[in-house]
């Protein structure tokens, strides 16, 4: 375990009953960097969350934030932390600025030093003109800003965003990713977690990729797609006559094929040039689509599954 | 090394949450007044109508009104159910529904700071509700004996006594049908706790199991302050309310723990 870490862990463990939700993981996160746990619902990406944020305990292994234990620190570091949890816990009754100036107080901040912080978050959050406004009021985009504003309050060194853009709309996700972005810029620590692959090649300078409890690869998100895919991904879907019959023909021009229950997908090098081959094998395909290689196919490569069912 | 983590309640950090609750409650200010004005009604309405149907009964060694006599139960009651339903209510709500303490225990708070500030806020709310009931109290002329302001702390016990064990049994509630069943157990408490007539009047074999309860313990305590009766049987009043309230706080604080930082 390297001590100048950020935040490491080895052998982590949490055991629920019978149920192994994380299943013995090692990771270490240095500061400035933005970090991703990227996998399906339930691959332990929460419980992974919970006990790195110091609030629940580890089954087993050990795990040091700043360099100090959570079982013993939790609330020093916790101090220090900055959460935004993946379902949105705002006091609903009170205006967006009473929001922040209540929490603030939690970390016994002076009352003059939370509203001035707040003023700054409020323009950050782009929620400047809400301030007043009721918090329920505010859309599924606006309360999730005001989330981030909120665990900005006591200007943590490592921001941890569990799965912060889950239920938002393009629009709302792109804005949420820029202001994430300039935290990144201003060299706040991150830590996501995500089932969205787009999301993690935006934001993460590495990842580890989790798959019921374990961690089954790690690498920064161009590099896991250049070890485990292909540089090119054609899609193929078929009409109403199946694509059994197809996929022993066309196998051969591929890399690799996946066979999903609705499409075909052929890792290449060159979509476009097998494309041509499998038309001239007499396959009709209904729809084809050359894309690149996304970290989608590396997940899918690794477990076998798809990470947005 | 810490073997029993629920009887660390040493953070000064738990006055956080009293500070929220207030912050809460000014945005529902109606709930206040009407809190003010619940033990006001039933003072007066006692006092004008059953005043004159029951006339005096014996409390003690001395002849009482019976509004003398039933003030004090009226305050123990209300001091319970504010107790009760606030912790049961809000907490509930807090815990399970906006998930309130989830976002709390992202900063230096722990499971005992929540617990232990839910404890102070229902101390300061029922302290609010005690002082406008005595305040009626005097000036209607139900005290029997300058002791009445012991009634105060009496109450404020009371309340601490409740609060923590509603803080516990809220823990066990699924959804919002489970609050019949607390209605279930609440009615029986307030109906055979010795609030409305004295405890010799009930038979034999219920006399024992009224004297388990807490509100009659409670209802008792008070109506002794509030008659100038005090004697050994207030401190068995005392701490069978002191060791109720410390027993619901650490067994709400170890299921918070459970709920909340699984």
Redesign the interface.
Known sequence: MTSDSLLSARGLVKQ?GNFRAVDGIDVSIERGESFGFLGPNGAGKTSTM?MI?A???PTAGEIRIFGLNPV?H???I??R???V?Q?D??????SVM?NLL??G????IPRKVIRQRATELLEFAQLSDRADDKCDNLSGGMKRRLTIAR?LL?QPELLILDEPTTGLDPQARHLLWDRLYRLKRDGVTLIITTHYMDEAEQLCDRLVVMDQGRIVAEGAPRALIEQYSTREVLELRFGAEGQEPYVDRISEYAERVEVLPDRLLLYVHDGDEVLRAVHATGATPESALVRRSSLEDVFLRLTGRTLVD | MRIFPELHFGSRRSLRILERNVVIYRTQWLMLVSGFFEPLFYLLSLGIGLNHLVGSLSAGDRLVTYAMFVAPGMLATSAMNGAVIDALFNTFFKLKVAHTYDAVLATPLDVNDIALGEVWWALVRGSIYATSFLTCMIILGDAGSPWVLLCLPGAILTSFAFASVGLAACTWLRSWQDFDTVALIQLPIFLFSATFFPITLYPGWLQGLVRCSPLYQSAALLRGFSLGQIGPSSAVHIIYLVVMGLIGLVVASHRFRRILTP
């Open positions: 629920f919970r944020s609030v629940s305990q013993s939790g609330p020093e916790r101090a932390l900055g959460v949890p379902e816990t705002l006091e609903l009754e009170l009473n209540m929490f107080r939690y970390f016994d665990s006591n």
